[in-house]
C-alpha cells in the first residue's frame, strides 16, 4: 500500500481481546499518535513525511479502531497530530437490530453473523451489547463526537463491497456523515467479501487506487462527498 499510494505508513500494534477488551486499542492507536507528535525532529521523518496530510486508515476491526480513535483524538483539547481524516476499508460495526445485509448473508463462509456476535461478546467492555457507541456509530454518545469532526473539517473515505453482510452499516454510515455535514465519500462495489482486499492482490491494487485519488484528488479536498454506488470500479 505504501508503495501503490506513494505514502509513508505507520502500522500500529495494538492488544486484543478478549484478554484486553475495547477500549484498549484504541487508547494504544491514540498513543502511537502521540508518538508521532513526539518524534516529528527525526531526520528521516523530516525528510519523507507530509505532516499537513495525515489519515487514520483501517480494514474491518482496524477501520473501527480508526474510527473511534479518531473520534477521541476529535474530542480532545488539542490535536495531537495534523489529521487530514480517516480512510475507512470495510469497517466493522453492529448494532443489536438486524440490516437487510446481515440477514441476506447470515451464514456467509468469509463472514458469518455468528461469528461477528460472538466477536462483538469477547471484545466490547464486559457487559455491553452491540449498540455500545464503540460497536454502533449510531447511538447518541458517537454522534456527539461526529459532529467534531465535522469542526475540524476531515474527510473521510468509507468504502465496501455489497458481498459484504456489514455493507449496509458501512453505507448508513456514509449517510449519516452526510446527514451530519462530514466530508465524506462511499466507494462500494459489486459482489466480492469481506477482506477481499486481503485475499486478492487485484482487489488490494484497486483498493489502493481509490486510497490514492481520494488523498490527491483536489475535489476532496473542495468537501464534495456523495455515495458512489456498487461497481464503480
Request: net charge negative.
Amino acid at each position: 500500500m505504501a508503495n501503490d499510494v506513494g505514502a509513508v505508513v505507520l502500522s500500529v500494534e495494538y492488544r486484543l481481546a478478549p484478554e484486553h477488551r475495547l477500549p484498549a486499542a484504541y487508547e494504544d492507536t491514540v498513543e502511537a499518535l502521540h508518538w508521532i507528535k513526539t518524534n516529528q525532529s527525526h531526520d528521516w521523518l523530516i525528510n519523507h513525511v507530509d505532516y499537513s496530510n495525515v489519515f487514520l486508515i483501517g480494514s474491518s476491526a482496524g477501520a473501527n479502531i480508526a474510527y473511534n480513535a479518531g473520534l477521541r483524538v476529535a474530542a480532545g483539547d488539542d490535536q495531537i497530530s495534523n489529521i487530514t481524516g480517516l480512510i475507512l476499508v470495510q469497517p466493522y460495526f453492529g448494532g443489536t437490530q438486524r440490516t437487510g445485509s446481515e440477514l441476506k448473508l447470515a451464514n456467509d463462509p468469509h463472514l458469518s453473523l455468528c461469528n461477528t456476535d460472538m466477536m462483538w461478546v469477547l471484545s466490547l467492555p464486559v457487559g455491553a451489547d452491540r449498540d455500545h457507541e464503540y460497536a454502533n456509530p449510531t447511538v447518541e454518545d458517537s454522534l456527539v463526537k461526529l459532529e467534531k469532526i465535522k469542526r475540524l473539517g476531515w474527510r473521510v473515505l468509507v468504502t465496501g463491497c455489497d458481498g459484504d453482510q456489514l455493507m449496509d452499516r458501512q453505507v448508513g454510515l456514509v449517510r449519516l456523515m452526510e446527514k451530519k455535514g462530514v466530508r465524506v465519500v462511499g466507494h462500494f462495489t459489486e459482489g466480492d467479501y469481506h477482506g477481499v482486499q486481503d485475499r486478492e492482490p487485484l482487489k488490494a491494487k484497486q483498493l489502493f487506487g481509490v486510497i490514492k485519488d481520494f488523498i490527491g484528488n483536489q475535489e476532496f479536498h473542495n468537501g464534495q462527498s456523495g455515495l458512489k454506488e456498487a461497481g464503480s470500479f
